[in-house]
């Protein structure tokens, strides 16, 4: 760290930027490729506060530092502070708490010991909180932002959960691309031979607006790598991805984590992915029986014409890993082809039901079925055998419903 550095310089270990800034602060060395310079070498970054007192009329914070331990904390009148952020959510904090524990918010002059350390606790699970909600808006490819918020209790990221945006394919599996390309002039207004549906002889999915029109249990066949059209052919929905701003929440009633969309939703819009590992049914069975009696499980059985492979979204999976049952959900699944045809391996995509504001919670109904007489109407081909009915994928998993009705309260598979 002596010799300056030159900007794009890489370091084989996994120090992030600031904490070889932190590094060089503390050696007392300046770099001007970290922006550590002579004027600023002595800045200091609260890093959260711990404690609050107030002597006389005015008000001290016991402050962490960035960079340094516990033991180098130190008090500081409020003038000195220039972190207002950290100031006010200290406060808010406080406050809530007071208000929790003795129904007032006033802060008293000192805290006891024990609200002091719940504030650190709180303070050091923002941060927690704010470390992944950069990495997963870092690894995400698609244009909604994800934010993360937990206002309920103390709890953390997730301990074994990784980001990914599409299906990661399990050992022993292979994927064959095999999509064959439509040649339309327009793929909604003047289809060639029903366009990329039409080849399998399935109805085109969407309007102009990117809205399903299909029923539940009819498959969505999008355009592909191999059609003529371009990347704003209408028939290109669920696989541009994610568009609206979601938030990982807790809920407050005990059903962990949530997902509630940050804006709008019209009615029969995409939403997101259900993506985690593809992995054969035999190997889903057995994964099965443990995450039983862990007592949740991600598994998702890919039947749509023969339950062969099953989506595991435990380890990896995108924000869909988040979405809580319901009964009455806002959500409907929908099995969608694009590159792979392979009627074993759809993808699945959730869609809205009916306008979802801002603010509310996304839901899906677990066990999703899909009405037989449906099915009739699914393919234009009227020799298309019963025993090929397309099936709705179901989340495999145990769970009581706590929407309280009484049909709900049965295990679901
Ligand atoms: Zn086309
Ligand atoms: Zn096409
Ligand atoms: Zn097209």
Redesign the pocket.
Known sequence: MGEPATLGCSVCCKSSWNQLQDLCRLAKLSCPALGVSKKNLYDFEVEYLCDYKKIREQEYYLVKWRGYPDSENTWEPRQNLKCIRVLKQFHKDLERELVRRHRRSKPPRHLDPNLANYLVQKAKQRRALQRWEQELNAKRSHLGRITVENEVDLDGPPRSFVYINEYRVGEGITLNQVAV????QD?LLAPTGG??PGASLHKFAYNDQGQVRLKAGQPI????S????GYD?P?RVVQKGIRYDLCIFRTNDGRGWGVRTLEKIRKNSFVMEYVGEIITSEEAERRGQIYDRQGATYLFDLDYVEDVYTVDAAYYGNISHFVNHSCDPNLQVYNVFIDNLDERLPRIAFFATRTIWAGEELTFDYNMQVDPVDMESTRMDSNFGLAGLPGSPKKRVRIECKCGTTACRKYLF
């Open positions: 390309g439509c040649e339309c793929c366009c990329c066949y999008e355009c592909n191999r059609c003529c059209c052919c028939n």
